[in-house]
């Protein structure tokens, strides 16, 4: 491969700009990742091309796009895995600022409503905690926040439920599973994260840039957790399936 | 565009520049202390480059080496620092770091534990005894994740996708600064009694950095323009262990927690080199030492097919691995194609720390012009001519909750002072002059030139003729960069933010050659081939201070501490 084509979603919805796609070559290197053709055009050919970055280390998750039309983060994304032809898009679920940048300022809402970690008054500083117990949660804290989960999702896509979605899910599985801390979330996740519209279709997971099992680990552990005290009729039927198997 | 812009004035007690673990551990303090806080960052909240540090934060708790304690960690950072550090910084530092740790695990950080349950401490480079809580090797993300979380919490206001481009100065007092929202596309102003920077550093002056975008040392040349002085600009650091193949991660961190950890050194004879180069500390002496060793390997002609050395770790075995190297592994695996498990990684010196940055008072974090405060990478007197691995995140929450602290004070006791409309319509004329350009120069080439000269010339061995080249070089570039601008407006415009942070790299690169052209020796990190000696007579510090155009360089004798606060390690042991 000597060249790679790239098409690139534009727009500015609020400046009026509607939605184009301009096509740029950008000479190909051996290990480029989607984000270094992105810079290279931005370099070379549009300094005003937007885009969202901030590590290119896979750290910050900042640089999440669709990538021929997979959720993607474009650092951790290698050209040779796509061919010469990459279509290059901003997440669908959130509303575009300009160009592959989308506001995603919902999430810090959403963050803010989630109880924060509260030691509870038994723990005496410093803790003295177990390994197992840091490796239990170890899985959830490593979320890079790159909203790759909550693009997929389709009850976040559809906005019109409550729904807080799979990132938010993973925030409140680590700190439930932080053994200094004593509320319990699940309530809250559901009367007001709305977890009952979530059908564990796993498409969530499937993305996840840091291979946490969302649905598997957080999600159904966090249904299976409330069904006694609300009514959700999958959280119902993982149980019995579940029980079934024992 | 004619007529006035329109600008949004804010109204705060204080504004913190920078939400990496400095700006939001200052932010809690300053929150908490029921004092108005604004927080701006250019990124998204939770992104900083903060976010990338791996190996871990250092502080004497003594929970795996019983034996350690300040006085050590004292001693350690003091040594490592060749005489440089400012010694009542270190002290403070050394005392302080244990606290503030097992504060940020009372916020709800996780750090891996020891077998009776507390928090674990790993080895890592010149540290006498093993010193570093961590959590695998994303101890940054643990940090930035808990700070955010405090932060969002408080009634702290965070704005973010925000560049600050001014600090607003009224008869040598801060005013406030002016900027505006990426994300918006709109100016503001701020109002502040008192303002940190905590903006982090210039990793991206060099072409071969593990830094993120972010670090242009903006808050560096923006307090300089507003009167601050510039202490050890010439004192880089250069990691020992950065990527090199594929050309498009060269430079991205192999974190010192591999060397931590067991790993070692070989060229490409399989020889382990750190045996001759540092016979006891081997591949944990102190950075400076390895990353030379690394670099006169490769020089020599004894180094990899892509120009680095190789890292072994693969001796430890996968379950090892996986649990203590999590991100190295995905690291090598995703752009490298490498299995670290079973293969060798390949590794070269990368640009990684600024030791230099805004001259502090030790005690409150306080510049010289008055509510001025500075704290984090962009502050300097702690780590001197080196700084240890595991050492900047511990400054981070000590130094981030001083200057939250003493800001909050100083705001407490003083009024806002004017702002001058002249000013702002200055600088809105000077952000507005990068788009209304006809025939505007592309800035990027012009940053690519710097950074790829500055790799080149002012690395980690320096000689007189290379750095007044790059001087030279510098100064054509300041010459060009007048002509520099590109089209659009101010929302998400990444060539308007390039145009911006090309001034102050500029900035920042002048002084750091000027620095490192003046001192005729080699200490710490900053090698000269011509002056290999570590001289007497430069036990001082650089301070470079503006002077209308130009600047002025004056030289400060840096102070012994006490006798006895340096202990002798091997007694100690
Ligand atoms: C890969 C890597 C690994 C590391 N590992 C370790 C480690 O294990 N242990 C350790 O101790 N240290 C480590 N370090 C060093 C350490 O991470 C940094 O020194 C430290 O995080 C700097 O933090 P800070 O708060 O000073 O600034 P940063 O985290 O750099 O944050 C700077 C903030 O300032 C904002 N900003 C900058 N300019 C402007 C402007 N003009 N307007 C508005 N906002 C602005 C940025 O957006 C950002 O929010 C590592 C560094 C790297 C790169
Ligand atoms: S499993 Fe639930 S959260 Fe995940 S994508 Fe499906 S509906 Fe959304
Ligand atoms: S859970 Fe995974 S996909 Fe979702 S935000 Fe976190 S890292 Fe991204
Ligand atoms: S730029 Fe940080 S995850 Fe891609």
Not at chain 2, 336 to 361: F, Q, S
């Amino acid at each position: 491969m000597e060249k790679v084509k790239l098409s690139i979603q534009r727009s500015e919805p609020s400046a009026g700009v509607p939605v184009r796609y301009d096509q740029f070559e950008v000479p190909y290197e051996e290990g480029m990742v989607v984000l270094d053709a992105v810079h290279y055009v931005e370099n070379n050919s549009d300094p005003t091309l937007a885009v969202r970055w901030n590590c290119k280390a896979a750290r910050c998750g900042s640089c999440s796009a669709e990538i021929n039309g997979k959720p993607r983060l474009m650092c951790k994304t290698r050209v040779d895995d796509l061919g010469e032809n990459i279509k290059i898009e901003p997440m669908r679920a959130y509303p575009v600022v300009k160009d592959l940048v989308t506001d995603v300022s919902h999430n810090y809402e959403i963050a803010k409503k989630i109880p924060p970690f509260t030691p509870s008054p038994e723990m005496h500083s410093p803790y003295t905690i177990q390994q197992i117990d840091i490796t239990r949660s170890k899985e959830f804290r490593t979320c890079i926040e790159c909203f790759l989960c909550q693009d997929v999702c389709h009850v976040v896509r559809e906005h019109h439920s409550d729904y807080y979605g799979p990132k938010h899910v993973v925030k409140i599985a680590a700190l439930d599973l932080h053994p200094a801390d004593c509320i319990d979330r699940s309530e809250v996740l559901y009367k007001q994260g709305g977890l009952g519209f979530c059908d564990i279709t796993k498409c969530c997971q499937e993305v996840c840039p840091e291979e946490i099992k969302i649905t598997d680990n957080a999600i159904i552990p966090e249904k299976e957790r409330i069904v006694d005290h609300v009514y959700d009729p999958i959280g119902l039927l993982v149980k019995a399936v579940k029980r079934r198997k024992w | 565009m004619s007529g006035k812009t329109d600008y949004s004035v804010v109204n705060t007690d204080l504004l913190i520049i920078g939400a990496g673990g400095a700006g939001l551990r200052a932010a809690i303090e300053s929150a908490e202390a029921g004092i108005k806080t604004t927080i701006v960052s250019k990124s998204l909240l939770g992104k900083a480059h903060t976010v990338m540090a791996e190996g871990g934060m250092a502080a004497a708790i003594g929970n795996v080496d019983s034996q350690d304690n300040w006085k050590v960690h004292f001693t350690d950072t003091y040594d490592e620092g060749v005489k440089l550090s400012n010694w009542k910084t270190v002290e403070i530092f050394a005392k302080e770091a244990p606290e503030r740790v097992l504060e940020l695990e009372r916020y709800g950080a996780m750090f891996d534990r020891t077998p009776d349950g507390k928090i674990n401490q790993r080895a890592f480079g010149a540290h006498s005894y093993r010193r570093l809580a961590h959590v695998g090797d994303k101890t940054g993300l643990e940090m930035i994740r808990t700070l955010q979380d405090k932060v969002i919490h408080t009634d702290a206001k965070v704005m973010d996708e925000f560049v600050i481009t001014k600090i607003l100065v009224n008869n040598g007092r801060i005013s406030g600064a002016f900027g505006f929202s990426i994300r918006e596309g709109k100016f503001y102003v701020f109002r502040s009694k008192a303002v940190i920077i905590a903006s982090g550093g210039v990793g991206r002056l060099f072409k071969v950095t593990s830094n993120s975008w972010e670090s242009t040392g903006d808050g560096l040349a923006m307090a300089f323009r507003a009167g601050a002085s510039l202490m050890d600009m010439e004192m880089v650091q250069f990691h020992p262990t950065g990527m090199v193949w594929p050309p498009s991660v060269r430079g991205i961190l192999v974190t010192e927690g591999v060397r931590g950890e067991g790993g070692i050194l070989l060229n490409n004879k399989g020889e382990r080199f750190m045996l001759k180069y540092s016979p006891v500390k081997k591949e944990l002496d102190a950075r400076d030492v390895v990353a030379r060793s690394n670099y006169k390997e490769i020089v020599e002609g004894r180094g990899t097919e892509h120009g680095g050395v190789y890292l072994d770790i693969s001796h430890k075995g996968a379950k090892f691995i996986l649990e203590k190297l999590p991100s190295m592994y995905m690291q090598y695996k995703e752009f490298a194609g490498i299995d670290i498990t079973k293969e060798k990684m390949e590794v070269a010196p990368t640009t990684h720390y600024h030791m230099g940055g805004i001259r502090v008072n030790p005690e409150t974090t306080m510049t010289n012009v008055e509510g001025l405060f500075a704290a984090g990478e962009a502050a300097c007197g702690l780590h001197g001519a080196n700084r240890l691995g595991g050492n900047s995140l511990s400054d981070l929450l000590v130094f981030g909750r001083r200057a939250g602290k003493f800001a909050a004070e100083y705001s407490k006791q003083n009024s806002v002072e004017p702002i001058d409309d002249k000013e702002i319509e200055d600088e809105i004329s000077r952000v507005m002059g990068f788009l209304n350009k006809k025939n505007p120069e592309n800035p990027y080439p012009i940053i690519n030139e710097l950074r790829e000269s500055m790799s080149k010339r002012v690395g980690i061995i320096r000689n007189g003729k290379d750095l007044q080249d790059e001087l030279g070089t510098i100064r054509d570039l300041k010459e060009k960069a007048k002509a520099v601008g590109v089209t659009g407006g101010l929302r998400f415009n990444p060539g308007l933010m390039a145009c911006l942070e090309l001034q102050n790299m500029l900035s920042n690169a002048e002084l750091l050659v000027t620095g490192a052209n003046e001192r005729k020796e080699s200490r710490g990190a900053h090698t000269r081939s011509d002056f290999p000696e570590t001289k007497d007579e430069w036990k001082k510090n650089i301070v470079f201070t503006s002077s209308g155009d130009t600047f002025e360089m004056t030289f400060s004798p840096s102070e012994e501490p006490p006798e006895g606060m340096i202990v002798n390690i091997q007694k100690a042991r």
